[in-house]
């Protein structure tokens, strides 16, 4: 995809050339408290502009990080014969902005954690000692939570250490002023931060309960309070699928033990469904949205080729990789503000099996309905759907596209396994992870009917 430096923030940067980074900061800890904020992908453009000088116009993915990581030699070495190797404080300060809003975002946000990774390496105290003095002023408990993360990227070491106790601080008195309780096992969330998941909206749940919740398909891929859809950055996706992998181990061993101690042998699937499924719900919780416009003709043909249907869930599910033109939706969303990833409207909007409709709306936006309010009108025909818009022209589609399954897997994983005496056949896996139409997550059963042609398949 073609990621974009516009014109409009390389005005707004050199503009505010004179801020310092604490006052950037006050900035993005501001934005962060809002319900709904925009202007992220900004603020991290702005603070990488700033420290690295970024040249302006379109790039491509490779070109943007070979100019960045010019811009970021030229920044840290200067020269080799002046030995000036650290990075001066204000632009080390300015690459832990620049991670910190990407780690809340998306766009760009390896760059970011790359750069501010090797930053930290010779100026990560200085940072902090500009930084800091506003961690006082983050309200946002997620921003806190992303900030943790930041601070995971740097170094070992005493700095790190002191500065990771004070953001657990930090968490906990916004958490305990706030009576935040688990929403699964009412215990408190003050007590240990560092054991909590954080949504987007800020709402927090402690990290077994999470775990639970995976394999309950429960909210799948939505807060369990407040059921927003938690459009994670792709650093703290990265994150948690390292986490997912000890999670994915305890989850295929407790289960296989559970079901291998069935009377009925012939009830009992494969090991490999028993992974593919928990791939598919690991998947379902980490999604990104994307926006596509569509219109009632080529909906009703969609709906009538079996492309999309309902699922028993109740939601409008594609059921075949979609590809479809675009009019005037915005394509990939990025974080908790939902903002365009794309500084131009993409042609075309690949939908991947089981997406899933979170929201569809009139073009000027001034009637909408999410998921919920469809399922509650019974909008299960199109023209159900698109009665309630009243409208019978370009609607604007926002989906919930889950991560590929395959994502989850690993030859490290299958080794764990076999070292806890549960043998994959690697070819099986693969084939599975690479199909999700087999198991739909949970559209068929593996012990239904309908299911025996797939089951002889993969077999």
Known sequence: PVLAVTADT???????????????????????????????????????????????????????????????????????????????PEEAARLLLACWAAVCSWD??????????????????????LVMPLLEEVSSVFGLFALLQVIEIAPEGEAQIAARKAVVKRMQSRLRSSGATCPVCLEELGREPV?????????????????????????AGRCLVCRKVCNWSNIIISKLREDF???????????????GASSNPLETPPPEFLLASICADLSEHLPYLVEVSMTPSSFSRLFKAS?????????????????????????????????????ARP?????????????????DGKVSYNEFQLQDAAAFTPQNLFGLLDHGGTVVTTWKVPLPMKLFWSSKLQENLESEGIYLCEAMVKELLERPELEIFGRLSMFDDESDDAWSDAG
């Open 347 to 363: 042609r075309s909007v690949t939908l991947p099996v089981a997406s899933t409709l979170v929201s569809i709306a009139t073009v």
């Open 245 to 259: 992998g000890g999670l994915m181990l305890n989850m295929v061993t407790e289960e296989a033990c559970a079901l």
């Open 10 to 88: 390389a005005n707004e940067t050199q503009g505010e050339g004179d801020a310092t980074a604490l006052e950037d900061g006050r900035e993005l800890a501001a934005l962060l408290a809002m319900s709904r904020p925009h202007g992220l992908l900004k603020a991290r453009a702005g603070q990488l502009r700033k420290c690295g000088r970024l040249p302006q116009g379109r790039w491509r993915f490779g070109g943007l990080l070979q100019a960045f990581r010019s811009a970021f030699q030229r920044l840290c070495g200067r020269s080799a014969s002046s030995g000036k190797s650290i990075p001066a």
């Open 108 to 129: 760009q946000g390896f760059l970011a954690a790359e750069a501010w990774e090797q930053a930290a390496r010779t100026g990560f105290t200085e940072a902090l000692d």
């Open 195 to 219: 054991q909590l998941i954080v949504m987007p909206c800020s709402h927090a749940v402690c990290l077994p309960c999470y775990a639970s919740s995976v394999r309950a398909k429960a909210c």
């Open 307 to 343: 492309s999309i249907e309902i699922s028993p869930q109740g939601s409008w599910m594609v059921t075949e990789k979609l590809e479809l033109p675009n009019s005037c939706g915005r394509g990939n969303l990025a974080g908790p503000g939902l903002e365009a990833v794309a500084t």
